[in-house]
């Protein structure tokens, strides 16, 4: 049996009364949320301790200015937390701390995860753009009606797993009528029915019926995701739909820098031995007579697939902060999942279980061998 | 120098392959082949490593880039790894290089991954010989000509 509290005021209102009371009454140390910056600069990622600076909170405000399982193994890939922190992340960035912690790149200890049913994201430009609040409005609305709202990251209209996995607490969104009113917050694990007990938000009732609305949003992203791989095939003759494609890229490798998976301190795409000194290029031009140059602007996406895609969990910060619109979320999204099918692999879904490259059985893959 | 190729190419496709070998059998094979006088076509370049297990995707990746028109990846049969365990880690990586080039459209059938022991000398010549056929029917890489990479 799952418990469920239901907490008097609506959506970040309500998250800010939890992280508020949990504050308070000491139950975890700090929290960390999406804050407005004070001087009017932004939204971002903040730790915070005070209990009156989480008046500027705006934990389900709908945009991903850095992805917080990245955020989170910065905080923690020294030494685990020491004492009680809760973190409100949506499921993807969940994931992504959880296969980072994989990847040695952050310790989960002490930290109390607390992820929305996700309706999905806008791009992160619209944080510094036109005010938002209209779009904001008709993003609540769609969202207790169970439907996916406009304009947000392409990848999310694909998403199926937008329901938290492995978290403490769900704060649970969709398809519910009362949106504007209450927050139904799901206790997932007894440490959290633990927490809560003591915060005097109502008590805990058991769970109830999935509402219709979650349903529906469900089988939208099933939809959604079939369209996002028809959409981009690469299979055709001669890779050129694929070097068409990756043939804009101007190399500044943003994309990598902002992916919770790309972790390294140093890129082997970056590093020396992958700079393209005269062995390459004088190759290049014997073969072809024209290359670019440098030579491996594609090449290190194809390198990107390979060393990273297994634990793509599709978040789509990549293909946000792309100066020159390349579909770079969508593509390692599809390209990942075909990896990851082979292995049965969901990225994130379980910390005790092992990104596929680092295990084996003995008997399995004869289909590779010649 | 682009005509020299070019007029290489009207005369007929030869194909280039690289071989990555593990030093402790398949390289050992590849030896016995060459001293048992088996004849193993020049076509292949083999580099030699410590185990299967070194050859990350994207060294596989590297070579079709940079003008191989096959790689051929070797190393010892399941169980027989110097290292114990190494192979077995080797074939998951070469299955997730095998789904991202067919992902990518980019055939995967110029990559493949045999075991072959150190007493295997014919099985290398066989293996290396059935290789270069079939990459010789695929024709050359598009990625050697491709400008736009
Ligand atoms: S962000 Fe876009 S332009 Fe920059 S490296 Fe990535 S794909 Fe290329
Ligand atoms: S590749 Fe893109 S979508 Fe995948 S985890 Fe990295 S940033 Fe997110
Ligand atoms: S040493 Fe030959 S495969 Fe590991």
């Not at chain 1, 043939?247 to 500044?252: A, T, V």
């Not at chain 1, 793509?312 to 978040?315: F, I």
């Given at each position: 049996m799952t418990a469920t509290i239901t907490i008097d005021k609506p959506l970040d209102e309500g998250v800010r009364t939890l992280l508020r009371s949990m504050l308070e009454k000491g139950t975890v140390r700090a929290v960390l949320t999406l804050r407005r910056l004070e001087d009017g600069g932004g939204v971002a990622h903040c730790l915070v301790t005070d209990p009156a600076a989480l008046a500027e909170a705006v934990p389900l405000l709908p945009v991903m200015p850095s992805q917080g399982g990245q955020v989170l193994s910065h905080l923690t890939q020294e030494e685990p937390f020491k004492e009680p922190v809760a973190a409100v992340v949506r499921p993807c960035e969940a994931r992504a701390f959880v296969e980072l912690m994989k990847r040695n790149q952050a310790f989960g200890d002490n930290l109390v995860l607390i992820s929305p049913e996700c309706p999905g994201v806008f791009p992160v430009q619209r944080v510094s753009g036109d005010p938002m609040d209209d779009d904001i409005d008709a993003y609540w609305r769609s969202t207790s009606e169970g439907k996916g709202a406009d304009g947000l990251r392409p990848v999310c209209t694909g998403c199926e797993l937008f329901e938290p996995i492995g978290v403490d607490m769900t704060l649970r969104l969709v398809g519910r009528s009362d949106l504007d009113k209450v927050l139904t917050v799901r206790l997932d694990t007894q440490r959290a029915e633990d927490m809560v007990k003591?915060?005097?938000l109502g008590k805990a009732k058991e769970d109830g019926k999935d509402p219709k609305g979650l349903e529906a949003l469900r089988s939208a992203r099933a939809k959604g995701r079939a369209d996002l791989r028809a959409e981009?095939?690469?299979?055709?003759?001669?890779?050129a739909e694929f070097s068409r494609t990756f043939?804009?890229?101007?190399?500044?490798h943003a994309c990598s820098k902002v992916c919770p998976i790309c972790y390294c301190q140093m890129c082997y795409f970056e590093a020396r031995a992958a700079a393209a000194g005269p062995a390459w290029w004088r190759n290049d031009l014997k073969r072809k007579g024209a290359t670019r140059a440098p030579p491996g602007t594609v090449f290190f996406h194809v390198g990107r697939l390979l060393h990273m895609s297994i634990s793509?969990?599709?978040?789509g910060m990549c293909e946000d902060v792309c100066p020159v619109d390349i579909p770079v979320a969508r593509i390692f999204k599809k390209v990942g999942e075909a990896a990851q099918e082979v292995f049965e692999y969901v990225p994130?879904?379980?910390?005790?279980?092992?990104?596929p490259i680092k295990t084996f059985v003995e008997d399995e893959l004869h289909e590779v061998e010649r | 120098m682009t005509s020299s190729d070019a007029k290489a190419d009207s005369q007929g496709f030869r194909p280039r392959v690289v071989g990555f070998l593990c030093n402790w059998c398949s390289y050992a094979g590849a030896d016995l082949a060459g001293t048992s006088r088996l004849d193993v076509p020049a076509a292949i370049s083999p580099i030699r490593v410590m185990c299967s297990s070194r050859v990350d995707p994207v060294l596989i990746m590297t070579a079709l880039m940079r003008g191989a028109d096959g790689v051929l990846v070797t190393g010892c049969h399941p169980g027989d790894c110097h290292y114990d365990k190494g192979n077995y880690f080797a074939r998951r990586r070469f299955a997730l290089t095998d789904q991202i080039l067919t992902s990518l459209g980019l055939?995967?059938?110029?990559v493949r991954l045999s075991w072959v022991s150190a007493s295997e000398g014919p099985r290398y010549a066989e293996v290396v010989n059935e290789f270069i056929e079939e990459i010789r029917e695929l024709g050359p890489n598009p990625m050697r000509t491709n400008r736009s990479l």
């Open positions: 003591d915060l005097g981009l095939d690469f299979t055709g003759e001669d890779m043939g804009k890229c101007i190399s500044c793509c969990v599709a978040c994130g879904r379980d910390p005790k279980e092992e990104i | 055939e995967p059938e110029r």
